[in-house]
């Protein structure tokens, strides 16, 4: 048995779509579960050199025997979804959508055009925030799935109880992984920027309860770093510590091409920093991972890029890693070299990951043994 809970560690994009595909691949998942809504995407490059980007369906698709499950405690644009779909020729037997998966209305959409959400907090406008609103404010108008069937017929053949089926698949000694959404550093709940923030929380607890599964269960928290974060473009974003320009990463690299990245949804240039060390600190101690994934590292030295062994990455690649390891007593076990899923390396995992002191800030230095 295991349950294994993936985590972004700063603003998102950090690519945990990525390191989900990969797990739920090496470790052939039974059961990949995505929450939050379609106001973020998750994407990698397939061995084909095309870029898969999904909204709704868990990156987990990559394996074909693996079972897709959207939680209660997602928001569903119905249009997204059956666009999905279709294009990976996914059917009932393989996604499963909870009955009390909220819909997204048009409505939603509007309001949050209506409130300047993306002037005020370069919101995607996708509906989540509006639709979270209607369905704690608890109206006669808000749709679960279980409604919305009644209507659109087609929808009745994928309804599930998703606690359930995670469940029992964790009492059977299945593998179960949950994919979580966007980063901790823009946590309703828990950023220190709000309400520069999302509309849910962004923890590996908060995904948990989407899903209906006791914490007592989890097995493995992989929290997902970039070497470079990265944030929506606009101070109406939020801030980004120790940000530079994607010229100053490109000449620091030695990457022989211009270096940018777009954000998945709106396609907006995204703003880009240097690594920030106490956001690392809060998203380690709050979501207690017992593993660690970082992708980017050919940021750190474009010499990286696609290398293929961890012995093989640059001093300066390893030093980070070291010093990452040393800093949260966690191993990096994942490392993206390059955005195909065959650009992760995988180290092995020899000893768990020791828990915090409880009135200390940091974690206990790595033994000297590991």
Not at 60 to 86: C, S, W, Y
Not at 223 to 235: K, Y
Not at 255 to 283: H, I, N, Q
Not at 346 to 355: R, W
């Amino acid at each position: 048995m295991s349950l294994w809970i993936i985590v972004g560690g700063q603003f998102g994009s950090e690519g945990k779509g990525k390191i989900a595909a990969v797990i739920t691949q090496r470790d052939d998942v039974d059961i990949c579960i995505r929450c939050g809504g379609p106001n973020s995407g998750h994407s990698f490059v397939a061995g084909d050199g095309t870029t898969k980007l999904v909204r709704q369906v868990p990156t987990g698709f990559v394996n074909p025997r693996t079972r897709l499950l959207i939680p209660a405690g997602a928001l569903i644009d119905l249009k997204v979804l059956t666009d999905e779909m279709q294009a990976l020729r996914l059917d009932a037997d393989r996604v499963g959508i909870d009955r009390n998966a909220m819909i997204i209305e048009e409505l939603d959409r509007e309001t949050e055009a209506r409130l300047a959400l993306r002037e005020r907090l370069s919101s995607t406008l996708c509906g989540v925030g509006a639709a979270v609103a209607r369905r704690a404010l608890r109206g006669a108008e808000v749709r679960l799935a279980r409604d919305a069937a009644t209507a659109q017929c087609w929808l009745r053949e994928f309804l599930t109880d998703v606690s359930a089926e995670a469940n029992e698949a964790v009492d059977r000694g299945k593998k179960v992984l949950i994919e979580g959404t966007q980063g901790f550093g823009l946590s309703l709940y828990h950023s220190k920027e709000y309400p520069k923030a999302t509309s849910r929380d962004t923890t590996a607890a908060g995904f948990l309860s989407e899903v209906g599964l006791s914490p007592r269960l989890v097995t493995e928290i992989v929290v997902v770093f970039r070497t470079f974060p990265i944030r929506v473009a606009g101070e109406q974003a939020g801030t980004l510590g120790h940000e530079i320009t994607w010229e100053l990463l490109q000449a620091e690299s030695g990457c022989p091409y211009p270096v940018r990245e777009f954000t998945s949804v709106t396609k907006k240039t995204r703003r880009v920093g240097r690594f920030d060390w106490d956001l690392a600190e809060s998203a380690v101690r709050m979501n207690r991972p017992t593993r660690l994934a970082i992708n980017c590292i050919d940021y750190l030295d474009f010499s990286d890029r696609g290398i293929s062994a961890i012995a093989d990455l640059t001093a300066r690649s390893r030093v980070f890693i070291r010093d990452l390891e040393a800093r949260f007593a966690v191993p990096v076990v994942y490392v993206g070299t390059g955005p195909e899923l065959s650009n992760v390396l995988i180290k092995n995992v020899l000893h768990p990951a020791p828990a915090l002191h409880r009135n200390s800030r940091t974690y206990d230095p790595v033994p000297a043994s590991r």
